[in-house]
């Protein structure tokens, strides 16, 4: 039996979030309707012309009009200008050229085998730190349920109930506020699972601080604090932002951070490199986190790689590989039994064994339900789900007594349904919690309720389960159970994410009440959605897999009581439909398809599954993206990066580079003055990137035809050296400048105002012949956007000069040129670019 006051408190939470939701969305577009005119009337943006807004001014404007608490306002249809795009395409200057042309065939296989070296150090030190995690939270984890379990069984007998959830109240909050503390202030980019922004640094969009060394720090400390401290979070998903910040570091040979530089590695000091050792990264820590290195190589192709090839595939298996073989080696001297190696990863989701967990052709279609929309009628003891209505981001959920069940558990549509709830609860942190200090207040609050609600969950649960020798509980609560029973509700809160997701897989039939996972389901779902997004170091994947899982098993308890007893009995086997949940939950959040099949596949260890889990995924994200976007997506988007897809729009082959490209271009000449050089460089309202090489017609009124491209950073380092015509002449210069110059300033290279240019020196020329890339990728005015796309998408380009049929520059092209356009509910769109 339900208590009333569940019911009511669920009742109101979801009236007030559906309030709250409209209240905030007519704020939000009388804001819009203010700042930006144009997007009030519903028209569409003028294709192809490229305009500015200055946030910070209109902040200002607002405020002198209408007194309101101070709030970031925010606005989908913006992109910001504040993200730089990373250098995917070598530079091949004469400098580059005659560098490889020196060296030998045995050089070249040095450094071969120094990539496998460095893709074997980033598996080992990536398994490091997933084993030193996963130690650390299960000790840190396992003493707090101790102290709480022993405080609540003293008091069940003796009274005072409320000294206890107090105690595991301070606790949750204690590490929760410490994990959020060092975040908020000490590094925010290592808040998350930190995925989206690996995502868009495999993308070239250059993420400031995503890959430093104190935010790997900060991201370890940060999860372990988030786990301990009870939040609906997991580890996993983090591991792959830690494993992509070790790539980048050891790849370098050096630590910009503690200033020591041992080098080594240093050809593989450049954009290129790093960004397929990134990859590597990003595939160790998905092998580390669930033990399955296919899984990550195809993680890292299907999520964010932007290069691929065979040698590139074989060695970010082999970093896979190295990373679950070094956690396994690790954990089983750790648990001592050296030498056995059943811990191939953080989440052990255990064996299911074909024997037992079979299913037939006649269940697909069941599975399928499962991903996509699955609605069954029946009586069901007390508990009635029914699903009312679903319009838009708002579900309604009605308890009833006695009553026919319509029971929709839909890995597309509550995986919608999620990403839509947690895009509206990320605009309002967006506005009103930036500050680190209501920040880390709002952590430490959803902490505090987290705790509440799990108690008394398990308080008001009556569902009272024999403690036999084969269960899989590591912390039972008897509470108000007889002796030698235990509280089935306790089993799914009072334990870390982890192992309640594998006692939902694996414990037998009758181990759980369905009224249990109900109440666990719909509650856990809420806080799930409620805590991502919060300035904490956590990941999603393992709450999305509890949800499913106890939806699943749900499902497959309806299910049995459904099917005669006469009948095959594998149908009513929960375990594996809590298994088919969990993969339709978690692809209807994140919506992966062939690397989580796979990942699901590797961390069961029965290949079985893999058609059955393959048609859920398919199917749950086909019916997720009818709704919205993937929750990557979503808050990738929400920070307005310049993110790339991988094709054009659809609808977009009506334009051309023409329309799309930034004119007119600061072009340089092959031999310029050192004072233009240095003026341009200064100038922050332009803040470019890479400027044409040209040489211009002697009345220099016309542009002047193409001779290659230099970047800032190089006109930096030339002009931090003094490489000026008349000191070459002079003789003054005591070296001549190699690509080893170059290499020692990246990535950190010195801002123009830390370089001191005298007024003689102003007058200096400066010939960029010898470090300018003689053959820029060029196209003509007339090219399509989408092939401008493809061509610029595929080869990692940071700006793509357009010339005429003269091979005279009129424009260049950027990523915010392309990112502009996307599909609209009214067709093609066009967003602003806004200096934020």
Known sequence: MIPPVISKVFSCYLALLYLNCLTDLRFYLNKTSYLCPQFSGGKLFHIGRLSTVDLEEEIDEEESVVSR????????????????????????????????RRMSQMGF????????LVCALIGILTGLIACFIDIVVENLAGLKYQVIQQNIERFTETGGLSISLILWVLLNSAFVMVGSVIVAFFEPIAAGSGIPQIKCYLNGVKIPRVVRLKTLVVKVCGVICSVVGGLAVGKEGPMIHSGAVVAAGISQGRSTSLKRDFKIFEYFRRDTEKRDFVSAGAAAGVSAAFGAPVGG??????????????????????????????????????HNKPGDFSNPGLINFGRFDSDSTEYYLYEIPLFIIMGAFGERESYCGNLSLALLHFNGPVLFLVFSRRAHVSFTPAGGLLGALFNVLNYWLTILRIRYIHRPCLQVMEAVLVAAVTATVSFTMIYFSDDCQPLGEDQLEEYPLQLFCADGEYNSMATAVFNTPERSVRSLFHSPAGSYNPVTLGIFTITYFFLACWTYGLTVSAGVFIPSLLIGAAWGRLFGILLASF????????????????????????????????????????????VTYGLPIMLVLMTAKIVGDYFVEGLY????????????????????????????????????????????????????STNHNGFPVV?????????????????????????????????????????????KDFRDAYPRFPPIQSIHVSQDERECMMDLTEFMNPTPYTVTQETSLPRVFKLFRALGLRHLIVVDSDNQVVG????????RYHLGKHGLEELQLAQT
């Open 69 to 100: 608490p101070k709030e970031i306002p925010h606005n989908e249809k913006l992109l910001s200008l504040k993200y730089e795009s990373l250098d995917y395409d070598n530079s091949e200057n004469q400098l580059f050229l005659e560098e490889e």
């Open 812 to 819: 260049l092209v950027t990523r915010k040129d392309l990112a």
């Open 633 to 684: 997506d979503i808050h990738i988007k929400l920070q307005s990066v310049p993110f790339l897809h991988w094709d054009a729009p659809a609808t977009s082959h009506s334009l051309t580079a023409r329309e799309v490209m930034s004119s007119p271009v600061t072009c340089f000449n092959l031999v310029e003055k050192v004072g233009t050089i240095v003026d341009v460089l200064s100038n922050t």
């Open 563 to 606: 099917t005669p007893h006469n009948s095959i009995q594998t149908l009513a086997d929960p375990g594996k439909y809590a298994l088919i949940g969990a993969a339709a939950q978690l692809g209807g959040i994140v919506r992966m398809t062939l690397s989580l099949t796979v990942i699901m596949v590797e961390a069961t260890g029965n």
């Open 109 to 116: 296989k040095c450094l071969e085998m120094s990539r496998w």
């Open 297 to 334: 190589v195809l993680f890292s192709l299907e999520e964010g790689a932007s290069f691929w090839n065979q040698m590139l595939t074989w060695r970010i298996f082999f970093a896979s590989m190295i990373s679950t073989f070094t956690l396994n080696f690790f954990m089983s001297i750790y």
């Open 695 to 739: 040489s211009r017609l002697s009345d220099g009124c016309e542009p002047g035809k193409i001779c290659g491209l230099i970047l800032r950073s190089q006109l930096i380092v030339l002009l931090k050296h003094k490489v000026f015509v008349e000191r070459a002449r002079s003789r003054l210069n005591q070296r001549k400048l190699q690509l």
